[in-house]
T-cell receptor, first 114, second 113 residues
Framework: GQQLNQSPQSMFIQEGEDVSMNCTSSSIFNTWLWYKQDPGEGPVLLIALYKAGELTSNGRLTAQFGITRKDSFLNISASIPSDVGIYFCAGPELMKTSYDKVIFGPGTSLSVIP | DTEVTQTPKHLVMGMTNKKSLKCEQHMGHRAMYWYKQKAKKPPELMFVYSYEKLSINESVPSRFSPECPNSSLLNLHLHALQPEDSALYLC????????????FGEGSRLTVL
């Protein structure tokens, strides 16, 4: 099946710094999703991308759908302590039936040092 | 606040117990999902219900039995679980199957002794 990879695996940054992380796939995706998960909570959808080259912002977060359709990027500007958590990229794995399922990358763990 | 509600938040059960996890959404979504998440791992799909019918079963052992009584409710019945089944069980919904935006509940933390 299709697989997603995320880098870096973990990050430790100073409060106020900008953050960049990315997600790559072994095959083409037609949708990219970025989720954040706080400890003990369910993932929360941050940004959804639907077209190659698309750039979408949500507050201090900006995500891009890569031109090759095999990657996506998430940037966080001016990080704050509440940005701490695990960031997952996700996308629909195309199945032989008309149904598809959303698969998740392994995640990037972000720690912010005040 | 999440609009997908899961109960209980925490559950401890023995290997011979029968218990159930419950999930409820009132967003009018027609697809509902169960995911399993182990520590420091991404969520893994277990089941998908579309219009109250089971459409995807990811080869989940029969000791996990899903049920969708109506379009707002999703249950996961648990019986004869193993300690390795201990995990965070996440319910999610989406407007329809194939809509990629999933809305997750806070999860039910299951411990099997």
């Amino acid at each position: 099946g299709q697989q997603l990879n995320q880098s870096p695996q973990s990050m430790f940054i100073q409060e106020g710094e900008d953050v960049s992380m990315n997600c790559t796939s072994s095959s083409i995706f037609n949708t990219w999703l970025w989720y954040k998960q706080d400890p003990g909570e369910g993932p929360v959808l941050l940004i959804a991308l639907y077209k190659a080259g698309e750039l979408t912002s949500n507050g201090r977060l900006t995500a891009q759908f890569g031109i090759t359709r095999k990657d996506s990027f998430l940037n966080i500007s001016a990080s704050i302590p509440s940005d701490v958590g695990i960031y997952f990229c996700a996308g629909p794995e195309l199945m032989k039936t008309s149904y598809d399922k959303v698969i998740f990358g392994p995640g990037t763990s972000l720690s912010v040092i005040p | 606040d999440t609009e997908v509600t899961q109960t209980p938040k925490h559950l401890v059960m023995g290997m011979t117990n029968k218990k159930s996890l419950k999930c409820e959404q009132h967003m009018g979504h027609r697809a509902m999902y169960w995911y399993k998440q182990k520590a420091k791992k991404p969520p893994e799909l277990m089941f998908v219900y579309s219009y109250e019918k089971l459409s995807i079963n990811e080869s989940v052992p029969s000791r996990f039995s899903p049920e969708c009584p109506n379009s707002s409710l999703l249950n996961l019945h648990l019986h004869a679980l193993q300690p390795e089944d201990s995990a965070l069980y996440l319910c999610a919904s989406s407007p329809r199957q194939g809509a990629r935006e999933l809305f997750f509940g806070e999860g039910s933390r299951l411990t099997v002794l």
